[in-house]
């Protein structure tokens, strides 16, 4: 797909990207036009006139945004339907002809070549899920053309969650699967699926803390685990000491980490943990990753001093620079409405309710952050049919879920003192 972008860049300017003067031309085209600095020398690598490297999201998302999308992601989703139509065509090819062995090298071939690599890998992956073939599924996983570290953020992202969804529809518990650590880190660290902790994924979870020793696995199907109790109302407990406050691990499993703690510590004791956390991570955290975890529980649990802590505390910036940040930000508009809702605040209330879209949230929280949702949209409601109509959608939604946390009385009385 970078490829793509890169055709699609050059079409743009009108010209070939094949020289210094080449590459000063187009950074200075996006500076014109996007009032972005992309250098001439990080376009050099990205079209093969110096070694190569990975190129970061801000790179992919400053292309994008040149030819007009919203991101790299964006364009990935959006890219011609005859693109697509041909790369359907090559995946049913495959799978009509290639025996597993050939399958296995055709897709190394791609992955060395220029062609979509992760929607073809995606579309490949459907349609042997729909062909119920596990078996080369799983080798195609175990492959080192389908590491974590080979792809950047925004194609894992897409990649685990155009696949995920498949999973949610199908129940299926594949041990060899589970034990990928390909799998593990594309899927399901990826798609982490809140609508469906006490159907597939909540059994995924309990199987890979059973039997996968990765560290940072064993931390997040344990944290899983607890946020699970919670939503099912059965006793939480902490079993990670201090790891939350460990700068070695990835920021969004720290807010897991530290949302768990704050379920168990007694409210005198809250400020005195968020304010150790916020000083242990000040020089990396931000909303978008370290308190990420911490905005969904505070809403849940109608924490207000967590709430509180998040607004004064952590520095908002709107100017993100990657994509996904802003699903992020999103779910903190969604608290901050919560939280002067109930202090209340109905002027910045009512702005924060305006900027939460809950179109523009993780498939994998989708139903999850509605319930929440359709909680603050039960209070806010003046008029009794519009209440009961809300109400009604709320308790399919619960009954759907099956987390007793979500009772009717959940949202009855949420806002009330």
């Not at 699609?8 to 996006?30: F, M, P, Q, W």
């Not at 690598?45 to 990975?54: H, I």
Request: hydrophobic letters at 40%; aromatic letters at 14%.
């Amino acid at each position: 797909m970078i490829h793509i972008l890169k055709i699609k860049v050059e079409e743009k300017i009108g010209t070939k990207i094949e020289s210094r003067g080449d590459c000063e031309l187009l950074s200075n085209a996006i500076l014109d036009v996007l009032e972005i600095d992309l250098s001439y020398n990080t376009i050099r690598r990205l079209y093969g006139l110096l070694p190569s490297t990975k190129p970061n999201s801000k790179t992919l998302n400053t292309l994008a945004l040149f030819i007009g999308y919203k991101s790299y992601v964006h364009f990935v989703q959006n890219y011609k339907t005859e693109d697509r139509k041909t790369l359907s065509q090559s995946v049913f090819k495959a799978v009509n002809n290639f025996n597993d062995v050939e399958m296995i090298s055709f897709i190394k071939t791609l992955k060395r070549s220029n062609d979509d690599f992760p929607s073809f890998i995606v579309i490949l992956i459907r349609e042997l899920f729909h062909d119920r073939n596990f078996k080369l599924i799983n080798k195609i996983f175990n492959l080192k053309e389908l590491a974590f570290s080979s792809f950047s953020y925004s194609e894992v992202l897409f990649i685990g969650n155009s696949i995920g969804l498949l999973f949610r529809k199908n129940y299926f518990l594949d041990t060899d699967l589970l034990k990928s650590i390909n799998f593990l880190q594309c899927i399901f660290l990826t798609f982490v699926d809140y609508s469906s902790l006490n159907n597939y994924y909540g059994d995924w979870a309990k199987y890979i803390k059973q039997h996968v020793e990765v560290e940072e696995t064993q931390l997040f199907t344990t944290a899983l685990m607890e946020f699970k109790k919670l939503l099912n109302n059965e006793k939480v407990k902490d079993p990670f000491k201090n790891a939350a406050f460990d700068t070695s691990l990835n920021p969004i499993l720290c807010s897991r980490l530290l949302s768990v703690k704050i379920l168990v510590t007694k409210e005198h004791k809250i400020l005195e943990v968020l304010n150790r956390y916020a000083e242990t991570h000040k020089k990396k955290a931000g909303l978008t990753d370290y308190y990420f975890e911490l905005v969904s529980i505070a809403i849940l649990t109608k924490n207000i001093v967590v709430m509180k802590f998040i607004i004064e505390t952590v520095k908002m910036d709107k100017r993100f620079e990657l994509y996904y940040q802003k699903k992020h930000l999103n779910m903190f508009y969604l608290m901050c409405a919560f939280y002067y809702k109930l202090v209340p605040n109905k002027i910045e209330q009512k702005k924060y309710a305006k900027l939460f879209n809950i179109d523009d949230t993780w498939f994998s929280y989708g139903d999850y952050l509605k319930l929440l949702h359709l909680v603050y949209l039960y209070a806010d409601a003046k008029k009794t049919e519009v209440k009961n109509k809300i109400l009604s959608e709320y308790l399919v939604l619960s009954k759907k879920l099956n987390y007793p946390y979500f009772s009717k009385n959940y949202m009855l009385n949420y806002f009330k003192v």
